[in-house]
């Protein structure tokens, strides 16, 4: 313990022993516990000592009664992960009584909010312009949430497979679902039965995107399959391409003039014509192996890619040119994005990392970024992310059936 943390237990003996006696009907005993132990207390603004190392035991003290706020601190060069950790909370304390209270710190880096309603793995998740999100899973249902207090505002059923897919439209009154069977449904948010069964493929769906004016759809399968569909009257429009190997990813610019494609085989990563179908520029595969997730930065001047190998580079599409390479997870990047404004980029991974990114970084002698915040709270893989349209809060969902809150800024 360092010593400004001992000098706050020393002020608040210090304090206590101030206090005037008064009679013990006047009085009541608090009872603080902490998790983690050793965490600096405030009572009123006021030091009053340091919490117990072991969680099971309590800090006591004796007060008036009254209304108190009671908050518990970490500085940051005391925790493991180098950020501070707090926790805070109201208490009223009645004369003659003794309450016991347990206070949980988090930080930065632990979620704000985790949901989970889904029976399965959650594979995908999409932001709605009026703050609602959606969620895909594994058992086959997707479903609508307000993210203030975790509500499940509608379950859309129809899917008899896994849903591995979901993506709405920049209005968010309609969205896509793909599913493991290869079936791909057209939805009106506010309407629980889907509008048409749009594709029905002949091996699964790995990846959805819908136009900004949800007019077209592009359909990714893990059969190699990319192609473009009309969503008014369900026909097919063209194949852009057919491929031994599989698709992974599949993404439209903020104005649905081009597409980027992620997967494996000789071009992981290629971009699109998205009217014609037209490949207008390609990035050969390297040490970093397939891409396994892409997403365009808002300007559409860069493409952000999660890999096999761990890395997540950020390309400058007009050049071809590797703008920044983000180093940090170590297992395959299964899900990224960037936020609205272009600043920052969420990344999740098999082994369950999510990492927060500055892609303003401007780092000496193309040595590689390190991420600015690591978030704990998945124990399995990450399938999805993505950023409140705001750009107020970032989400993961994942292979532990939760729907996840994070802090971002």
């Known amino acids: 313990m360092g ?8 002020l608040g003996v210090a304090l206590l022993s101030l206090t005037p006696a008064v009679s013990g009907d006047s009085t009541a005993t ?20 340091i919490s117990p190392q072991r969680t099971r035991d309590t800090f006591m003290v004796r007060l008036p009664p009254g209304t108190y706020a ?3 601190k970490i500085p940051a060069e005391d925790t493991d992960h180098g950020e501070p950790m707090r926790a805070e909370r109201e208490v009223t304390l009645r004369a003659d009584t003794e ?8 930080g930065p880096g632990d979620p704000l909010a985790s949901y989970r309603e889904h029976r399965d793995a959650v594979r995908a998740v999409a932001s709605l312009p009026d703050g609602r999100v959606l969620t895909a899973s594994a058992d086959r249902r997707i479903k609508l949430w307000r993210l203030e207090d975790g509500q499940v505002l509608r379950t859309y059923p129809g899917h008899a497979a896994a849903v591995n897919a979901v993506t709405a439209s920049a209005d968010g009154r309609s969205f896509l679902s793909g599913d493991a069977a290869g079936v791909v449904k057209l939805w009106q948010t506010d309407r629980d ?15 959805l995107a819908l136009s900004p004016r949800g007019q077209r759809a592009l359909v990714a399968t893990e059969a190699g399959k990319l192609q473009l569909w009309d969503t008014a009257s369900g026909r097919q429009l063209r194949t852009f391409r057919e491929q031994q190997a599989a698709f992974h990813a599949v993404t439209y610019d903020s104005d649905g003039a081009r597409a980027l494609s992620a997967g494996a085989g000789d071009e992981p990563l290629v971009l699109w014509n998205a009217t014609y179908g037209r490949a207008i520029g390609a990035f050969a595969p390297d040490e970093s192996g397939p891409v396994e997730a892409v997403a365009f930065t808002p300007r559409g001047r860069h493409a952000l890619a999660g890999t096999q190998s761990g890395a997540v580079k950020l390309w400058q599409l007009d050049r071809g040119h590797l703008a920044l390479r983000l180093e940090g997870h170590r297992a395959e990047v299964l899900a990224v994005t960037v936020s609205p404004d272009g600043h ?11 990492k927060l990114w500055d892609l303003e970084a401007e780092p000496e002698d193309d ?15 990450v399938w999805g992310v993505a950023f409140t349209q705001d750009g ?13 809150l994070w802090q971002v800024d």
């Open 3 to 10: 010593w400004y943390r001992f000098l706050v237990g020393w």
């Open 30 to 49: 608090l009872r603080i516990s902490t998790e983690p132990g050793e965490a600096e207390l405030r009572i009123d603004g006021e030091p009053y000592g």
């Open 70 to 72: 009671i908050e518990a």
């Open 99 to 106: 309450q016991t209270f347990h206070l949980t710190l988090s």
């Open 193 to 207: 039965q889907a509008q048409r069964t749009l594709v029905e493929a002949d091996s699964p769906i790995r990846a």
């Open 344 to 354: 920052r980029a969420l990344t999740g991974a098999r082994d369950g990392s999510l």
């Open 367 to 381: 040595q590689p970024v390190e991420p600015v915040r690591r978030y704990a709270g998945h124990d399995r893989a």
């Open 392 to 404: 107020g809060l970032g989400l993961s969902v994942g292979e532990d059936r939760r729907l996840r």
